[in-house]
C-alpha cells in the first residue's frame, strides 16, 4: 500500500507562483506520478504526470508552459511549480500513483490510470 501526502496549497493572488509537495510513504517506490484538480462543481481533470525516471512528463493544454511537475526520488517526493497562476486554477490539487515497474512510462489523462490518491490540497488563486 501506497500513501500519498500533498502540501503546499494556500492562497496566490493572479500571476503570483505556488509550489505543490506530495511525500509518498509505504512501499518501494517506483511509482510513476501525476497531478489531479477539482474545480468546485467541475469533474477532476488532469494535470501532469512524470516517468518514475523524471525523464518523461506529460502536461494539460491549460498548464503547458506554466507549471512544471518534478520528482526527487531520495526524498520520495513529486512537487508542481505553479507560475503565473490564474483564477481558473483555482481547485483542489490531488497526486496520484499510477503503475510501478517502468523508469520511463508515464501516465495519461484517465484517472483509471491512478492507483493510489492523496487527500488534495486547497489552492485559491484571486484576481
Known amino acids: 500500500q501506497v500513501q500519498l501526502a500533498e502540501s503546499g496549497g494556500g492562497l496566490g493572488q493572479a500571476g503570483a507562483s505556488l509550489r505543490l509537495s506530495c511525500v509518498l510513504s509505504?512501499?518501494?517506490?517506483?511509482?510513476?506520478l501525476g497531478w489531479f484538480r477539482q474545480a468546485p462543481g467541475k469533474e477532476r481533470e488532469f494535470v501532469a504526470a512524470?516517468?518514475?525516471?523524471?525523464?518523461?512528463?506529460r502536461y494539460a493544454d491549460s498548464v503547458k508552459g506554466r507549471f512544471t511537475i518534478s520528482r526527487d526520488n531520495a526524498k520520495n517526493t513529486v512537487y508542481l511549480q505553479m507560475d503565473t497562476l490564474k483564477p481558473e486554477d483555482t481547485a483542489v490539487y490531488f497526486c496520484?500513483?499510477?503503475?510501478?515497474?517502468?523508469?520511463?512510462?508515464?501516465?495519461?489523462?484517465?484517472?483509471?490510470?491512478?492507483?493510489?490518491w492523496g487527500q488534495g490540497t486547497q489552492v485559491t488563486v484571486s484576481s
Open positions: 512524470i516517468s518514475w525516471s523524471g525523464s518523461r512528463t
Open positions: 509505504g512501499r518501494a517506490f517506483t511509482y510513476a
Open positions: 496520484a500513483a499510477g503503475r510501478s515497474g517502468s523508469t520511463l512510462y508515464v501516465p495519461g489523462h484517465l484517472q483509471n490510470e491512478y492507483y493510489y
